[in-house]
Nanobody
Framework: QVQLVESGGGSVQAGGSLRLSCAAS???????????MGWFRQAPGKEREGVAA????????IYADSVKGRFTISQDNAKNTVHLQMNGLKPEDTAMYYC????????????????????????WGQGTQVTVSS
């Protein structure tokens, strides 16, 4: 089992920045069990969408087109933590942000087919709210 706890959400004005963190723990979460870690978001009345993902065995990343150049996903293996640095925030970024993890797996399949697909993820955090005002 893997437990995920998000932090760092809040309210900012357009153009501002926030840094989300996802702390992973659990008996099966080790640096040897490489997997995808992703950030997803869901706004009221909308479907959940993938924002960014990272493969822990090497650091390959993928981003949704809507956040490319503004958001950066990174990992701190020593702390079993994944971060999402969000710059240039826009009102349309307002949503509940969720951290997610897949089961241990290889990179076979590719970031493009796995990274932002919520159906590939088995573990989810409770979410952290991000609100961007204009």
């Amino acid at each position: 089992q893997v437990q995920l706890v998000e932090s760092g959400g809040g309210s900012v004005q357009a153009g501002g920045s926030l840094r989300l963190s996802c702390a992973a723990s659990g008996r099966t979460y080790t640096t040897h069990n490489t997997r995808f870690m992703g950030w997803f978001r869901q706004a009221p009345g909308k479907e959940r969408e993938g924002v960014a993902a990272i493969y822990t065995g090497g650091g390959s990343t993928i981003y949704a087109d809507s956040v490319k150049g503004r958001f950066t996903i990174s990992q701190d293996n020593a702390k079993n933590t994944v971060h999402l640095q969000m710059n240039g925030l826009k009102p349309e970024d307002t949503a509940m942000y969720y951290c997610a993890a897949t089961l241990p797996r290889t990179l076979v399949g590719g970031m493009s087919s796995v990274g932002l697909s919520e159906y590939e993820y088995s573990y989810w955090g409770q979410g952290t709210q991000v609100t961007v005002s204009s």
